[in-house]
């Protein structure tokens, strides 16, 4: 997966939030957007609505990337394929509510406490919740997403 590319396309996206918000607001409307299509993700997986999970994975994958250009973060989302193979190897998940509860706790303290080490965090529980509990490839995320947030026009990846 080219967090890269993806970052690119990423920044050219806007929110309903985010749209009419002060500049000194924008971090808060992006967290505010983060968590609530977090929980709409969460919502389909757990109401077992399997045609939603890849969308969904991908707008939530956004709202990450454009906290992290917004933050000045992106180089620490940036995912080797070490780091790939090494989350794709973790063990399903017994119990995602955990993994959910947590991921908004991280985000709250990369927040309110301007913590990045929270984020990435929150970020690798999140690539991790995509790879394994819900089965997607590296691939099939980065071109999904793609297809979804199309980079700039002219730009081939």
């Not at 607001?25 to 992006?30: D, E, S, Y």
């Not at 973790?90 to 301007?114: G, H, T, W």
């Not at 990435?120 to 590296?138: E, P, Q, R």
Request: net charge neutral; with cysteine.
């Amino acid at each position: 997966m080219d967090v890269k590319k993806m970052l690119d396309s990423a920044r050219l996206q806007t929110g309903l939030l985010v749209e009419n918000t002060p500049i000194s607001k924008r971090p808060a409307a992006l967290f505010c957007e983060l968590n609530l299509d977090l929980a709409v993700l969460f919502n389909a997986y757990f109401e077992q609505k399997p045609a939603a999970f890849l969308p969904d994975f991908c707008k939530v994958t956004a709202l990450f990337l454009r906290i992290a250009n917004e933050k000045k973060w992106t180089y620490l989302l940036l995912l080797p394929d070490e780091k790939l193979t090494y989350l794709e190897q973790k063990p399903v998940s017994r119990f995602v509510a955990d993994d959910y509860l947590i991921m908004q706790k991280l985000l709250n303290n990369s927040y309110f406490e301007r913590r990045s080490a929270a984020f990435v965090h929150a970020w690798h529980i999140f690539v991790k919740f995509g790879l394994v509990d819900l089965g997607f490839s590296a691939a099939e995320i980065q071109t999904a997403f793609l297809e979804i947030f199309p980079p700039a026009s002219g730009e081939q990846f």
